[in-house]
């Protein structure tokens, strides 16, 4: 339980200004004190701009509602929270015109909330055709196009595609059509883009484990933002070749040939 975990939860509140850590601190140990739907929108807001923490959001909203429930036996946080999802789910759109990194951060986020949100030990069944319909859009040509939202579409179905397809089959069978016809476009698609197209269709049709196809494209992946991060901080080549050596890795795939 998260609540048992202070250090990581700790690490995470320590990202937010102090006024905004307090009210955290104090809605993890005791909600009944402080205004819950400001924490979920301090939350969400914090997610939209931060996709680190939105990675790891679902567990602190799942901590704060685990705390919620066991003082007061109510779900006010959790109504706060979905309601915020709802009215940035219905303006997903413009959204993502205005900014794709807050849009790649919202279907983080929402697919996180999914992985942890529970309603008798299920996924909560309100959240499902929202989560697909932001895969969907994910996995449109214009979507495709762009890396940061293949590495989004890719990572997400990693995390919450088996939950998925357990609850509504059919609708991932119409979104790797979508992906398998965007895997075959004649051209737009970068290689790294179609690499981890082909691994997230090899996963699925492998029962959702892990072959080699994932990791040449997680050999890849990483490669490309090692070279990334060399050239924006012009380390010296040498500094790459221990971070290759120790890649967890190396020596399974890296040295195939990519293509």
Not at 8 to 23: M, P, V
Not at 49 to 58: H, I, L, M, N, T
Not at 109 to 123: A, E, K, S
Not at 182 to 202: D, K, R, T, V, Y
Request: one cysteine or more; a neutral charge.
């Amino acid at each position: 339980m998260v609540m048992g975990e202070p250090g990581r939860e700790e690490y995470k509140i320590q990202s937010f200004d102090a006024e905004t850590q307090q009210l955290l601190k104090t809605a993890l140990k005791d909600p009944g004190a402080v205004d819950l739907e400001k924490v979920a929108n301090v939350i969400v807001d914090h997610s939209l701009q931060d996709c680190v923490f939105s990675k790891e959001a679902g567990r602190m909203c799942y901590a704060i509602i685990q705390a919620e429930s066991k003082q007061a036996g109510q779900s006010v946080f959790r109504r706060g929270l979905l309601n915020r999802l709802q009215q940035e789910y219905q303006a997903r759109e413009q959204l993502r015109a205005r900014s794709l990194q807050g849009w790649v951060c919202y279907v983080t986020f929402i697919c996180n909330i999914f992985d942890y949100l529970r309603v008798n030990n299920m996924p909560m069944m309100a959240l499902v055709n929202p989560v697909y319909d932001c895969l969907f859009r994910l996995a449109q040509p214009d979507s495709l196009n762009k890396e940061e939202e293949v590495d989004c579409l890719v990572l997400q179905l990693h995390r919450v595609g088996e939950q998925l397809e357990k609850m509504n089959r059919q609708r991932m069978d119409e979104l790797f059509v979508l992906i398998r016809d965007g895997f075959l476009l004649p051209s737009g698609l970068s290689s790294l883009a179609q690499l981890l197209l082909l691994e997230i269709i090899e996963f699925r049709a492998a029962g959702w484990k892990t072959t080699p196809a994932a990791h040449k494209a997680l050999v890849v992946k990483s490669l490309q933002q090692l070279m990334g991060q060399l050239l924006r901080h012009q380390h010296p080549p040498v500094l790459l070749l221990p971070a290759l050596s120790n890649h967890p890795l190396h020596g399974q795939e890296a040295t195939a040939p990519v293509g």
